[in-house]
């Protein structure tokens, strides 16, 4: 009885075996390898787009956008000039782009006094720009004055961080 159930257990077995014929069954998937072995990016894609796009990559100087002004004056420091010629050189580069330069002051001075200022402080980033190569129909000019604060202490470490132009492009 034993021997029989060891020969039915065993043509169980090869019957479920022989069932499917090793052409008809779907193949396996492969792993396609050569991009990483040539040295393409691993990155996620959230870090693929980030690298793409140049203006969000933290890493790029075109990631940096302000602009920041000793107390009543509007020149761009030379610090701050190769980010202004980095931003000029994408837009020559990128003729559909377009900015805003965003002037702000720090709440001292009158209204009008502060959008004049504002202004000046945002032309004058335009200026290096046009400089570099940039068109003036890329570049939009504002004053926000004393409108629009970064910080709202009443003392210098937050008006340093109030006179400024912010960079901004098009949909962001």
């Known amino acids: 009885m034993q021997g029989l159930s060891v020969c039915l257990l065993s043509l169980l077995f090869l019957a479920g075996c022989a069932g499917q014929d090793v052409k008809d069954q779907p193949k396996a998937a492969v792993e396609d390898r050569t991009a990483t072995q040539a040295g393409a990016d691993t990155k996620p894609a959230g870090q693929q787009a980030v690298a793409a796009n140049p203006l969000k990559d933290p890493n790029n100087i075109l990631s940096k956008r302000s602009v920041y002004y000793d107390f009543d004056k509007s020149d761009v420091k030379d610090e701050y000039k ?91």
């Open 82 to 172: 190769p980010m202004v010629e980095a931003h000029a050189r994408y837009l020559t580069g990128n003729k559909a782009a377009k900015v805003a330069v965003q002037g702000n002051c720090d709440e001292r001075g009158s209204r009008e006094y502060n959008i004049a200022l504002g202004n000046r402080r945002a032309d004058s980033v335009r200026k290096v720009m046009n400089v570099m190569g940039a068109s003036d129909s890329q570049i939009e000019v504002i004053s926000f004055g004393e409108e629009k604060p970064r910080t709202t202490c009443h003392d210098e470490s937050c008006w340093k961080e109030n006179r400024r132009s912010d960079i901004v492009y098009q949909g962001e």
